[in-house]
């Protein structure tokens, strides 16, 4: 392996990573040489995310954990080892229109994609400066940047990450931490599920991609390897988009 992306010897933590693009990306870091801990609230989900890893020879470890709730995660990731790289990747998506959404709603999304990455932020960054730097990944969207009907307090709270990912950037640069985020296009993992079996959407997605197909989780995992590694070291406050070309085109 090139030693620019060589992640030996770290020790990431992935929220949300029992299935789907945290465990993708968890198993392309491992791939590279790190430690990785998943995070999830579904101990029995976590622990067969756990074994797969294992099973194909990696260091892995489960942290049932939930990231909304300021207690419970500094409880669990204060008992973790030194944490080198942070992905915050915990979400979840409720489609509606805008009317339908509730007040409920909206904190639902607020606590689980903004608070959920700055809780555990807020723990693993102090051992960060402590040790000399470190690597922050926070997972936006396509609509961090534009967009959709039915989705409007997701688009809201992805936005919001994105100017998560800059202001962090901006005050921990220098402390040597790196604070980036990727932004996903259209994946094919279970929580698309609904829209991969909607005929239309399906179409649309494939018309309106340049590369003309969903992406598979697995795409991730090469952006998610050169954000925590060596070769990223100079790399900062920006939102790399993996999808497949849609907002260079109209």
Request: glycine share 10%.
């Amino acid at each position: 392996m090139h030693p620019l992306f060589d992640l030996s010897g770290k020790h990431a933590l992935l929220t949300g990573a029992s299935r789907g693009l945290g465990f993708a990306m968890a198993r392309g870091l491992a791939s590279a040489g790190a430690r990785v801990s998943l995070n999830g609230r579904n101990e029995e989900a976590l622990a067969k995310a756990v074994d797969a890893l294992r099973a194909e020879g990696f260091e892995a470890d489960g942290v049932v954990c939930d990231v909304t709730r300021a207690d419970d995660v500094e409880r669990s990731f204060n008992a973790l080892d030194p944490i080198d790289i942070l992905v915050n990747n915990a979400g979840i998506q409720i489609r509606a229109p805008f009317v339908e959404h509730s007040a409920e709603t909206w904190r639902l999304m607020f606590e689980t994609h903004v608070m959920g990455a700055v809780l555990p932020t807020r723990v693993v960054v102090p051992g960060m400066i402590a040790r000399g730097g470190g690597k922050i990944i926070n997972i936006c969207s396509l609509m961090s940047e534009v967009g959709r009907k039915t989705i409007v307090p997701y688009t809201t709270m992805k936005g919001a990450l994105k100017m998560l990912t800059r202001g962090l950037a901006t005050e921990l640069g220098r402390h040597n931490i790196q604070v980036n985020a990727i932004g996903p296009g259209y994946f094919a993992t279970e929580m698309n599920g609904a829209l991969l079996n909607d005929a239309e959407f399906d179409a649309f997605v494939r018309n309106r991609t340049p590369a003309a197909r969903w992406a598979q989780p697995d795409e991730l995992a090469g952006t998610a390897v050169f954000l925590s590694s060596p070769a990223s070291n100079f790399v900062n406050g920006q939102v790399l988009y993996v999808d497949g070309g849609i907002l260079a085109s109209l």
